[in-house]
Nanobody
Framework: QVQLVESGGGLVQAGGSLRLSCAAS?????MGWFRQAPGKEREFVAA????????NYADSVKGRFTISRDNAQNTVYLQMDNLKPEDTAVYYC??????????????????WGQGTQVTVST
């Protein structure tokens, strides 16, 4: 069972930046980030393939967020710039045991972290 531990969330003003990290207990295939705002369904944010050769982003974060990974550290990052109040949510790291594409679908992921809160104030 792969364990995922997120860190880096917090409170930031609109226009600011945060960097989320997710450490996995072992190497995985595709890794991704999802988020869930209060009263809303969980939604895809970004994904990256095992060799970091392909990435995928939700339209709402393209040009502002950057996903990357360090396989030597079994860690995936989400650099979030120009944050907006609508980015406020609990952010979840996810990892796939076998899926190789940069999937936006939650069914492709087998393991999930506990989540980290990101709050963007006006």
């Amino acid at each position: 069972q792969v364990q995922l531990v997120e860190s880096g969330g917090g409170l930031v003003q609109a226009g600011g930046s945060l960097r989320l990290s997710c450490a996995a207990s072992e190497r995985t295939f595709t890794m991704g980030w999802f988020r869930q705002a209060p009263g809303k369904e969980r939604e895809f944010v970004a994904a990256i393939t095992r060799a970091a050769t392909s990435t995928n982003y939700a339209d709402s974060v393209k040009g502002r967020f950057t996903i990357s990974r360090d396989n030597a550290q079994n860690t995936v990052y989400l650099q979030m710039d120009n944050l907006k109040p609508e980015d406020t949510a609990v952010y979840y790291c996810a990892a796939s045991a076998s899926y190789s594409g940069a999937s936006a679908y939650s069914w492709a992921y087998n393991y999930w972290g506990q989540g980290t809160q990101v709050t963007v104030s006006t």
